[in-house]
């Protein structure tokens, strides 16, 4: 019997404990999102709105929801710039009311006709509609009021930044929208000459006109461009008249291949419109816009801006032994170390300066062609290859990773053949005075411990 009682009482506590934080905690709480909610300009949070009809100076922009983006769907039918949107969403929802006015003359507020109409959209079909006058004497407060209510609201006028933009800064402005990460192939169509690349791994390869590999910084500046580049102006909404932008027959033609399927986006360049303003299109809209000058310029690359124009690839790690033999000196020979320190046996024996071996080797690393002669006769008299100014080999071992040779001079430049693929460059004349040792240079100074203690 007393077990019973126990139990009885038991539930009884937790029948009460139940009673206090239905009533009393989630009472409170509910009481206090109430009182805020009331305190509120908008009647709902932002994730309840659904869509926006925002009339201004004679324009009305109506916005849907998509998701976890926004549409214009008034005037026009494209997509939102999202950040704006939700900007202009979240204001509202967070403005508060400052203060309440009972007023019989709309008119003195600027509400008969306002400056601003927002109606939010709730799923359902429900609307709660925000008007917007002038702005208090101070200027520090915005008129307002809700549909089917007599008093005025003064709420701050930060609002104000969302509610004056117009169409233009509200639709995504996007040149070519797509993420970097996803371009599997990229193609450029300009004056009838057409250069393809595609990416393998890390690197990007040029496919067409010839196949070598590209210079993939280049290349990735091209993306990173592309990828941030926002419409100037909107032209016209259709792709009709093309003509007249320069657009029926493009300048300039860029295509990306995205993806696994393999979908792919178009770029059009047309005329000029202003010194630095250029019509475009984007193959999957009709609208016309204008894009900046630099943008136009940074896409229109040739082949010989998008290849990779390092003339020798090699890893330093790689590399155990120098010998650089030059037509004005004697052979200069170079080892290294397993602690990575470098000697050099000829033309004499010395401790070389790391710092100095380092150098040479970015600077080997740095040559980069600024013209591209092709895999000729290497032992033609014109290049200077029979007897070079400069003769560079690397080794691993025994094995050659790189064999370089630079020959005659030219008016701009001097030759340079990369022995172990056959291919003759032309490179700056200023690169032979890097690639040139000097023993007084690379040696550390050469100090006699014995002759030092004796004097």
């Known amino acids: 019997m007393k077990g ?17 934080y239905i009533i009393e905690y989630k009472g409170k709480e509910k009481k206090e999102k109430a009182v805020e909610l009331a305190s509120r300009v908008s009647l709902w949070s932002k994730e309840e709105i659904s869509g926006l009809i925002l009339k201004q100076a004679g324009e009305v922009i109506r916005f849907q929801r998509e998701g976890e983006n926004w549409r214009i769907i008034t005037p026009v039918h494209t997509d939102a710039d999202k950040y704006a949107a939700d900007e202009l969403v979240s204001a509202v929802t967070s403005s508060v009311i400052e203060r309440e006015i009972l007023a019989e003359d709309l008119a003195a507020f600027g509400l008969a006709i306002p400056s601003y109409t927002l109606i939010l959209e709730k799923s359902g079909s429900i609307t709660d509609t925000l008007y917007f006058g002038e702005k208090n004497p101070t200027g520090t407060y915005f008129f307002m009021r809700r549909s089917g209510e007599d008093r005025v609201i003064l709420t701050g006028t930060s609002l104000e930044t969302h509610l004056k933009k117009t169409l233009f800064d509200f639709r995504d402005k996007s040149v070519l929208p797509f993420q970097k990460a996803d371009v599997r192939e990229l193609k450029f169509e300009s004056r009838g000459k057409r250069v393809s690349l595609e990416k393998k791994g890390n690197d990007w390869i040029i496919n067409s006109p010839i196949q070598t590999k590209a210079d993939n910084n280049t290349v990735e500046g091209i993306l990173n461009k592309l990828s941030s580049a926002r419409a100037k102006s909107f032209e016209s909404e259709s792709a009709e008249n093309l003509r007249r932008f320069g657009l029926q027959k493009p300048g300039m033609t860029l295509t990306l291949i995205i993806g696994e399927l393999k979908s792919q986006k178009q770029l059009f360049l047309g005329s000029e419109k202003e010194s630095d303003r250029y019509f475009a299109r984007d193959g999957s809209r009709s609208a016309v816009f204008t894009v900046d000058s630099t943008l136009y310029y940074e896409l229109h690359k040739t082949l010989f801006d998008l290849r990779d124009k390092r003339i020798v690839h090699f890893s330093r790690d790689d590399v155990k032994s120098i010998a650089i033999m030059m037509s004005a000196g004697p052979a200069f020979i170079c080892t290294r170390d397993t602690s990575d320190n470098w000697t050099i046996e000829k033309p004499e024996v010395r401790k ?18 600024t013209r591209f002669i092709g895999q000729g006769i290497t032992d033609h008299p014109k290049y200077g290859f029979s007897r070079p100014q400069l003769e560079i080999i690397l080794k691993e071992g025994a094995d050659s990773i790189l064999q370089l040779s630079i020959g005659n001079r030219t008016r701009d430049g001097v030759y340079v053949v990369n022995r172990m693929t056959g291919m003759i460059y032309e490179i700056e004349k200023n690169h032979i005075e890097n690639l040139t040792p000097v023993l007084s240079e690379w040696a550390e100074e050469n100090i006699n411990a014995e002759d030092s203690t004796t004097k």
């Open 352 to 369: 070389a300066r790391n710092w100095k071996i380092s150098n040479f080797l970015s600077s080997l690393e740095n040559l980069n062609a």
């Open 4 to 20: 019973r009682s126990t139990l009885i009482l038991l539930g009884l506590l937790i029948a009460l404990s139940a009673y206090v």
